[in-house]
């Protein structure tokens, strides 16, 4: 199975509270996360990333937090807005395939869904 | 910003013909991957590339091929398209490195009937 899933497949909120997105992950090796969020009928577009150095990066309205002794990875998003309605994806970049790096392995995604 | 674009964005297909789908990406990356995305299944990769000419088989190769004769092109072709082969194909592209964030193109749906 994968090394990277996430808790919950679904996630509602209403607009303006803040949302939270979890990721377990397997490998304690992995050294790069990264979220993607995927609107409908769309490619993934990147959020944010971090590295295993750090445990906590924030962007615009995102946050990243990484817990290295749990494995847990999650996505916090400030006052959620209608256009953050989405399925979001972590990933965690890996070593395989003999050794060429660059191959991310994905999460099946949360839906997040916000209410007006 | 990086632009990854692919050839369709919909296309329908007969079982047994042979399909093309074109990926093109203007950062100069080394790496480009094609994925099926699927309900429930996730991202599957299924082929990609480090290098021009340089082609690994992911984790559901098969039924596929590849082609990069270019380092901003990346092929995927369909021998003989069967109806299980209906998907989302996202293509990516990238850099080498402990940091590898892939950048996704806006995906082509192929329906195979």
């Known amino acids: 199975g994968e090394s990277v899933g996430l808790h919950l497949p679904t996630l509602s909120v209403q607009e303006g509270d803040n949302s939270i997105i979890n990721c377990a992950y397997s490998n304690s090796a992995s050294d790069y996360f990264i979220w993607y969020k995927q609107e409908s009928g769309k490619g993934p577009q990147f959020i944010i990333d971090i590295r295993s150095n750090m445990d906590k990066r924030q962007g615009q309205r995102v946050t990243v937090l990484l817990n290295k002794t749990v494995k847990h990875l999650s996505l916090q998003i400030a006052a959620t807005q209608p256009g953050d309605s989405a399925v979001y994806f972590c990933a965690e970049n890996m070593t395989r395939y003999g050794g060429s790096q660059g191959n991310l392995i994905f999460g099946k995604g949360t839906k997040l869904s916000v209410k007006p | 910003d990086v632009k990854v674009t692919q050839s369709s964005r919909y296309l329908v297909k007969r079982t047994g013909e042979k399909v093309f789908l074109e990926c093109v990406q203007d950062m100069d990356h080394e790496n480009m991957f094609w994925y099926r995305q699927d309900p429930g299944l996730g991202l599957r990769l299924i082929y990609f590339s480090y290098d021009v000419k340089m082609k690994e088989k992911g984790d559901i190769p098969e039924g596929y091929s590849v082609s990069r004769e270019k380092k901003e092109r990346f092929s995927l072709i369909l021998e003989s398209a069967s109806t299980n082969q209906t998907s989302m194909y996202l293509c990516?592209?990238?850099?080498?490195?402990?940091?590898?964030?892939?950048?996704f193109g806006p995906g082509t749906r192929l329906t195979v009937l």
């Open positions: 990516a592209s990238g850099t080498s490195g402990v940091t590898d964030t892939q950048y």
